[in-house]
Structure formats: structure tokens, C-alpha cells
């Protein structure tokens, strides 16, 4: 499975933000998904997941209730919806594929795309 991620951009605190996954391959409707950021200097951290048909989901606690996972398989596509944003969000978005939506690992999941910029001002 290949995937690319964009939607990045420019935005001030508070503001919303909607990131997209692109996936392709026959497989990619049988893989839990997930999406991870990777601040400046910082390692890659998880920040949410969803299974193969979109009805679990799970967010790390510092975007719970702020971000929302969602996947329409018809069109291979993920997304991340970022509301309330923080200055602390800032990062590369990467999105993942091929793990369990309960790893928080980014070694465990196998496919990855390239990352968007989400820079969060004040």
C-alpha cells in the first residue's frame, strides 16, 4: 500500500485544520490506519488510529476531544480533522498503515507516507 498525506498549512491557535490520506493497493481497505506527528527535534509520537472499517478509533489523551479520525474505503482515503488547535501541535503529520489501533509504536505500523507541515500560531 502507498500512501500520501497532505492538507498541511498555515494556521493560528484555535483555528480548524482537516489533514487527507490518500491510500492505493488492493489491501488498504483491510488496514487499521493510523496518523503521527514529529515535532522539530522531537521523535515521531502517536496521535490517533482507526481499524479497517472506521468504527473504532483511538487518539492519544492531548488530542482527545480536539481530533477526529474518520475513513471512507469507497474513495481509499483517511482523514484527520484538527479542531482547537495549539501551539503545541505543530508538526510534521505523517499517516501510517499495517498496525494495530491500539500501538502507539510507529516501528509497529509497516506503511507510511510522506509528512504534511502543520505550523500553529499564535
Known amino acids: 500500500v502507498q500512501l500520501q498525506a497532505s492538507g498541511g498549512g498555515s494556521v493560528q491557535a484555535g483555528d480548524s485544520l482537516t489533514l487527507s490520506c490518500a491510500g492505493t493497493?488492493?489491501?488498504?481497505?483491510?488496514?487499521?490506519m493510523s496518523w503521527f506527528r514529529q515535532a522539530p527535534g522531537k521523535e515521531r509520537e502517536f496521535v490517533g488510529s482507526i481499524n479497517w472499517n472506521g468504527r473504532k478509533t483511538f487518539y492519544t489523551p492531548s488530542v482527545n476531544g480536539r481530533f477526529t479520525i474518520s475513513r471512507d474505503n469507497v474513495k481509499k482515503m483517511v482523514y484527520l480533522q484538527m479542531n482547537s488547535l495549539k501551539l503545541e501541535d505543530t508538526a510534521v503529520y505523517y499517516c501510517?498503515?499495517?498496525?494495530?489501533?491500539?500501538?502507539?509504536?510507529?516501528?509497529?505500523?509497516?506503511?507510511w507516507g510522506q509528512g504534511t507541515l502543520v505550523t500553529v500560531s499564535s
Open positions: 493497493g488492493r489491501t488498504f481497505n483491510t488496514y487499521a
Open positions: 501510517g498503515a499495517g498496525g494495530n489501533i491500539s500501538i502507539t509504536v510507529p516501528g509497529f505500523w509497516g506503511y
